[in-house]
């Protein structure tokens, strides 16, 4: 099966800060979906994003496919933004997700 | 339309003892799949069901087992509880317009702990 990286494990910000988090598939995917996975540990869909760019309020998402690897930016960044960040992809007509083991964010004021 | 929901939202078993988790998919979704999450593994596909039928399964023992009714819905059963099974067990539905392609919506999960 695919692998997935995320990329930087942890990360802190103050607060109004902008940051990158990455992902890298070691093949080739058609399906990546970016998720936020608040303290109740329910998972928000944030980009379903196998290719290309994508911009909802402050997050945005780019997938490069060729390349196999996906960045998703947050700008100005908010308290309510801590959280773990997943990225997650599939290959084929499986819906079987493979998940990276995600990026922890804390946001300070 | 409602979001996917799970029931329960917590429950404690003692090792041994077997346990059924309850999913409703979004309306209209005929895709659900289950997912463990561990501290340890992190978020593993458990299996998926498509029209009551189970089309992918991921690499777990024979204890996981699930189903899908007619409605959609899902139910997954662990039998002969271990302690490495407290867990953190959610649930996606997609429409499977497309299979492999559609996006995937969560519930918010059962967190099961095992004494």
């Known amino acids: 099966g695919i692998q997935v990286e995320q990329s930087p494990p942890d990360l802190i910000l103050q607060e109004g800060a902008n940051s990158t988090l990455r992902c890298n598939f070691s093949d080739s995917v058609n399906n990546l979906q970016w998720f936020h996975q608040n303290p109740w540990g329910q998972l928000i869909n944030l980009f379903y994003i196998p290719s290309g760019t994508k911009q909802n309020g402050r997050l945005s998402a780019t997938t490069v496919a060729t390349e196999r690897y996906s960045l998703l930016y947050i700008s100005s960044s908010q308290t309510t933004d801590s959280g773990v960040y997943f990225c997650a992809g599939a290959t084929g007509t499986a819906s079987k997700l493979t998940f990276g083991t995600g990026t922890r964010l804390q946001v300070t004021l | 339309k409602a979001g996917v929901t799970q029931t329960p939202r917590y429950l404690i078993k003692t090792r041994g003892q077997q346990v059924t988790l309850s999913c409703s998919p979004i309306?209209?979704?005929?895709?659900v799949s289950w997912y463990q999450q561990t501290p340890g593994q992190g978020l593993q596909f458990l299996f998926e069901?498509?029209?009551?039928?189970?089309?992918n399964k991921g690499n777990f023992p024979g204890r996981f087992s699930g189903r899908q009714f007619s409605n959609s819905r899902s139910e997954m059963n662990v039998s002969t509880l271990e302690l490495g099974d407290s867990a953190l067990y959610l649930c996606?539905?997609?429409?499977?317009?497309?299979?492999?392609?559609?996006?995937?919506?969560f519930g918010p999960g059962t967190r099961l702990t095992v004494l």
């Open positions: 309306s209209g979704h005929r895709s």
């Open positions: 996606a539905s997609s429409p499977d317009g497309q299979p492999g392609l559609d996006t995937q919506y």
């Open positions: 069901y498509f029209s009551e039928t189970q089309r």
